[in-house]
């Protein structure tokens, strides 16, 4: 089993930065793929971003592309994304994912979730 905590959530205005981190636990030495999604209210829980924990390769949603950055301590067990330039349409609970596969965007391929931060953004 892995367990995720997440932080770094918050309240910030338009253009504004934040950076998110998820703390790893339990397996860690089973994981080769992490990911960040976020939901908003009323929507689907989207793909933000994800980094193969081997490799460090990165992949990120077009909507996100050019403002956010996800990176890894692999000696700590924690991802990051760092938000720059938010937009009041990245407002959402943002969790963290991590799976035992080589997976990006599909939510069913990640195993382990962490409980979500909030993220609002004002405009």
């Known amino acids: 089993q892995v367990q995720l905590v997440e932080s770094g959530g918050g309240l910030v205005q338009a253009g504004g930065s934040l950076r998110l981190a998820c703390a790893a636990s339990g397996r860690t030495n089973s994981i080769r793929s992490m990911g960040w999604f976020r939901q908003a209210p009323g929507k689907e829980r989207e793909f933000v971003s994800a980094?193969?924990?081997?490799?460090?390769?990165?992949y990120y949603a077009d909507s996100v592309k050019g403002r956010f950055t996800i990176s890894r301590d692999n000696a700590k067990n924690t991802m990051y994304l760092q938000m720059n330039s938010l937009k009041p349409e990245d407002t959402a609970v943002y969790y963290c994912?991590?799976?035992?596969?080589?997976?990006?965007?599909?939510?069913?391929?990640?195993?382990?979730w962490g409980q979500g931060t909030q993220v609002t953004v004002s405009s």
């Open positions: 994912a991590a799976a035992p596969r080589l997976v990006i965007a599909a939510t069913g391929g990640y195993d382990y």
């Open positions: 980094i193969i924990w081997t490799t460090g390769s990165t």
